[in-house]
């Protein structure tokens, strides 16, 4: 989308990117390595200095301090490998973060490896964002064959979509990591037995075609949100 295309153009602009080893978009707020064949213009050579800036970067993020409370700025850091597997892990960032939830942080405090003490402020104040994700949710399951008052225990995103395609009496992939959710309902799901068509990556990648018209209402859209 050319409108999309231009905001990532307004974020990255003024990145000297020969003196870049890692970045991060502000909807991301974790790291990409600047790895050298993955990114147009990577300077950190794949294998032993990507991992050496990996740990650095997980370094730098968990003595990170908040300016106002002096708390810690992230309850956890981890490789992307340590939570995620499959086909399209090049899709997630390098260094994963989940922030410290217990804080509103603002401008969070770090130490370089020269030992100066920066006091990190975005880039690019986007007006209406107020806040960000937790890693917990709550599911909620109504409607017919339901358990009333069942309680769900240690249910994962995961398991959404299994549980939606068993209701629909449809078969589960093999490659999805979720299961259905067979606890809330009174009697259990149907097992589809026949086997379930998988998409090519491929085709899953192209995503949908954008008319000229809902190009321009997109655009819009972006504008009245401050992002164009």
């Known amino acids: 989308m050319q409108s999309l295309r231009c905001f990532s153009r307004r974020l990255t602009e003024n990145i000297n990117w020969e003196q870049?080893?890692?970045?991060?978009?502000?909807?991301?707020?974790?790291?990409?390595?600047?790895?050298?064949?993955?990114?147009?213009?990577?300077?950190?050579?794949?294998?032993?200095?990507?991992?050496?800036?990996?740990?650095?970067?997980?370094?730098?993020?968990?003595?990170?301090?908040?300016?106002?409370?002096?708390?810690?700025?992230?309850?956890?850091?981890?490789?992307?490998?340590?939570?995620?597997?499959?086909?399209?892990?090049?899709?997630?960032?390098?260094?994963?973060?989940?922030?410290?939830?217990?804080?509103?942080?603002?401008?969070?405090l770090i130490a370089d490896f020269q030992g100066h003490r920066l006091e990190v402020e975005p880039a690019i104040t986007v007006p209406g964002i107020t806040g960000g994700h937790a890693p917990e949710g709550t599911v909620i399951v109504y409607g017919p064959r339901v358990r009333s008052g069942a309680q769900i225990a240690q249910a994962r995103i995961e398991d959404i979509t299994p549980t939606l395609l068993r209701l629909l009496g449809q078969p589960v992939p093999g490659y999805m990591d979720g299961e259905a959710l067979d606890e809330c309902f009174s009697?259990?799901?149907?097992?589809?037995?026949?086997?379930?068509?998988?998409?090519?990556?491929?085709?899953?990648?192209?995503?949908?075609?954008?008319?000229?018209?809902?190009e321009e209402i997109i655009t819009e859209r972006l504008r009245n949100l401050g992002y164009l």
Do not use: C, M
């Open 20 to 108: 870049t080893q890692a970045y991060s978009y502000y909807w991301e707020t974790a790291p990409w390595v600047n790895l050298r064949g993955r990114q147009p213009q990577g300077i950190v050579a794949p294998g032993e200095q990507y991992e050496q800036v990996r740990a650095q970067l997980s370094e730098l993020i968990s003595s990170a301090r908040d300016a106002a409370t002096g708390q810690p700025a992230a309850s956890r850091v981890f490789r992307r490998e340590e939570l995620y597997a499959g086909p399209h892990l090049d899709a997630i960032p390098d260094i994963g973060v989940q922030w410290n939830e217990k804080i509103t942080l603002k401008g969070p």
């Open 187 to 214: 009697e259990p799901l149907p097992v589809a037995t026949d086997k379930a068509t998988q998409v090519e990556a491929a085709d899953r990648r192209q995503g949908p075609a954008y008319s000229p018209a809902e």
